[in-house]
């Protein structure tokens, strides 16, 4: 089955910077949307950023300018740049990705095991 491996994920500064990964493995057909999302404790989950296979980017305003999503078609990535962290970046950050498992079948939703990143003050 389809399976998302992230990583890149760590301590660091405020106004440091970390770079996440995420990897798609397994039997599926295509890859559609990419896109990172994150919870802090005792908060909803919120998107941060999407991109769409030929390179659209959607990036929440609250992340928008310090991070940057991109991907790698032949190696099934995802990638996140963040840049200029802050404290309220700290969260678990998860990977979905938009997979059709078969050429005929509907499209799923598959999610990663996420990944720690804290910002120091």
């Known amino acids: 089955q389809v399976q998302l491996v992230e990583s890149g994920g760590g301590l660091v500064q405020a106004g440091g910077s970390l770079r996440l990964s995420c990897t798609a493995s397994?039997?599926?057909?295509?890859?559609?949307?990419m896109g990172w999302y994150r919870q802090a404790p005792g908060k909803q989950r919120e998107l941060v950023a999407t991109i769409t296979r030929p390179g659209t980017t959607n990036t929440a305003d609250s992340v928008k300018g310090r991070f940057t999503i991109s991907r790698d078609n032949a190696k099934n990535t995802v990638y996140l740049q963040m840049n200029s962290l802050k404290p309220e970046d700290t969260a678990v950050y998860y990977c979905?990705?938009?997979?059709?498992?078969?050429?005929?079948?509907?499209?799923?939703?598959?999610w990663g095991q996420g990944t720690q990143v804290t910002v120091s003050s």
């Open positions: 397994g039997n599926f057909f295509s890859i559609n949307v």
């Open positions: 979905d990705a938009e997979i059709a498992p078969t050429r005929w079948e509907q499209v799923h939703d598959y």
